[in-house]
């Protein structure tokens, strides 16, 4: 499966930085997931869970919203927390 790169950041610092097969996340019009190959798009995440899937886990957190860009060459959530569920 392709991967592309996520970046996290939170006023603390980059959380994540890496390849990713999947991310999915609460945005406004409700629950969605973003993998390569997505169109770029911008939306608003809403707070809740969200799970990162990488090549070799599936992480999870929550996030307190934030702004999800997803570009030709990275996917960008800036959010004011984010924290790994353990």
């Given amino acids: 499966m ?4 996520l970046i996290v950041s939170t006023p603390d610092g980059n959380i994540f930085d890496d390849d990713i ?4 996340l609460r945005g406004t019009e409700g ?4 993998m390569a190959g997505h169109i770029p798009f911008a939306t608003v995440v809403r707070a809740g869970e ?4 990488t090549e070799n ?6 996030v ?3 702004i999800l860009t997803v ?3 990275k996917t960008i959530l ?4 984010f924290k790994w569920k353990e």
């Fill in 71 to 73: 570009g030709e060459e």
């Fill in 21 to 24: 097969k999947c991310i999915s």
């Fill in 31 to 34: 629950d969605l997931a973003v």
């Fill in 78 to 81: 800036p959010s004011g927390s």
């Fill in 64 to 66: 307190d919203g934030g």
């Fill in 2 to 5: 392709s991967t592309f790169k």
């Fill in 50 to 53: 969200c799970k990162i899937e």
């Fill in 57 to 62: 886990e599936t992480k999870q957190a929550e």
